[in-house]
């Protein structure tokens, strides 16, 4: 089987702490993992290092015909990463417009083709700071899925959103990955969306993180929200469960 990423014997040290030691991890190609345990156990950490963000680290990782690799990572303080001076289509259109070649037709065309996959309902003429905190995260979202990218980094993506929203980001997600087949990378917090997106739960240890466990979700995509209601998407919400308090002796 093909390897996406393969992480092997990683280590991170942070002002002289150990955050990370001895991680080791395969991610399949067109997968969607999910990435989930205690706070502070450098989640977010991994993430950087992954995307290239922080270069210094011990260990190996690999990524597949990386020359080929396209990554876009959508940050945890994504109110940060909007520009206040462009409104929603011109954020959307940023990093079309980063080094590459295409036209503002092209552009238009692009930016109409994700706000069709993603059923945009928000204003794109209006400024960030028009924008509800819900409605910044979906278009952080848009931008971030605008160049089509093979590799989706996620950083608890669903955190400001309501009930309602979160919902619908999810729906919106596994629409995309059902069309692009991206790999997909997501911190998390949420059992539930853990369980609901995943493929693969990884479970992290407490400091120094390594891996706990790696949950499968055997669940064939695209998954509706009747899966909510289902006994397997329980039974896996319990397994998970347990392995959390596992490592955090709750």
């Not at 991890?25 to 997968?31: A, D, E, F, M, V």
């Not at 109110?79 to 990093?95: C, F, K, T, Y």
């Not at 552009?107 to 309902?121: P, S, Y």
């Amino acid at each position: 089987m093909s390897v996406a990423i393969e992480i092997k014997n990683l280590g991170k040290v942070i002002a002289g702490k150990e955050i990370i030691k001895d991680l080791n991890l395969s991610i399949s190609p067109g997968s969607i993992v999910s990435i989930f345990g205690p706070n502070g156990t450098g989640k977010t950490t991994l993430l950087n290092l992954i995307s290239g963000t922080d270069p210094q680290y011990s260990g190996s990782i690999k990524k597949e015909c990386a020359q080929r690799i396209n990554v876009s990572y959508i940050f945890q303080n994504y109110r940060d990463s909007l520009l206040h001076w462009r409104n929603g289509r011109e954020n959307i259109a940023l990093p079309l417009e980063i080094g590459d070649s295409k036209d503002q037709i092209e552009i238009k065309e692009v930016i109409d083709e994700i706000a069709l996959i993603l059923d945009l309902k928000i204003d794109l003429s209006k400024y960030p700071y028009q924008y509800s905190g819900g409605q910044q995260q979906i278009l952080s979202f848009a931008r971030a899925i605008v160049t089509k990218p093979n590799l989706l980094l996620i950083d608890e993506p669903f955190s400001a959103l309501d009930y309602e929203n979160n919902l619908f980001l999810r729906e919106c997600l596994i629409g995309y990955y059902e069309k692009y087949k991206p790999t997909i990378i997501i911190i998390t917090h949420s059992i539930e969306e853990a369980v609901h997106l995943s493929h693969d739960i990884v479970v992290f240890s407490k400091l120094p993180t390594h891996v706990h466990e790696v949950i499968k979700n055997a669940s064939p995509h695209p998954r509706g929200l009747d899966y909510l209601a289902s006994p397997y998407f329980n039974d896996l919400k319990d397994k998970l469960l347990a392995s959390f308090r596992d490592v955090t002796h709750i």
